[in-house]
């Protein structure tokens, strides 16, 4: 099965960019669809931005127009530009791939993003 590793989270402060990145160990070629979600304290895991084979994307409303989610497939990663953040942004993200050579939902093991002054 696939294994997939977030980073590039961190703390910043209200406004601020981050880059989040999803390294996958199997070839993206492969792979149908790749996502980001979320999930804050006590709350459910939440949709956040996913992207298609042919570079199709979807966001939430809630992060439309400030997040903007890539792949290099030749790098077998995924990236999610994240500006002028907010303190609701704050959450462990996780990074999401099924379809193609992913037979079941795959998720990696988060990486934390904190917006606070």
């Known amino acids: 099965q696939v294994q997939l590793v977030e980073s590039g989270g961190g703390l910043v402060q209200p406004g601020g960019s981050l880059r989040l990145s999803c390294v996958s160990s199997?070839?993206?070629?492969?792979?149908?669809?790749m996502a980001w979600y979320r999930q804050a304290p006590g709350n459910e895991r939440e949709f956040v931005a996913r992207?298609?084979?042919?570079?199709?994307?979807n966001y939430a409303n809630s992060v439309a127009g400030r997040f903007t989610i890539s792949r290099d497939n030749a790098k077998n990663t995924m990236y999610l530009q994240m500006n002028s953040l907010k303190p609701e942004d704050t959450a462990l993200y996780y990074c999401?791939?099924?379809?193609?050579?992913?037979?079941?939902?795959?998720w990696g093991q988060g990486t934390q993003v904190t917006v606070s002054s």
């Open positions: 199997s070839s993206m070629f492969t792979i149908s669809v």
């Open positions: 992207i298609f084979p042919n570079d199709a994307t």
């Open positions: 999401f791939a099924f379809g193609g050579s992913v037979s079941s939902p795959s």
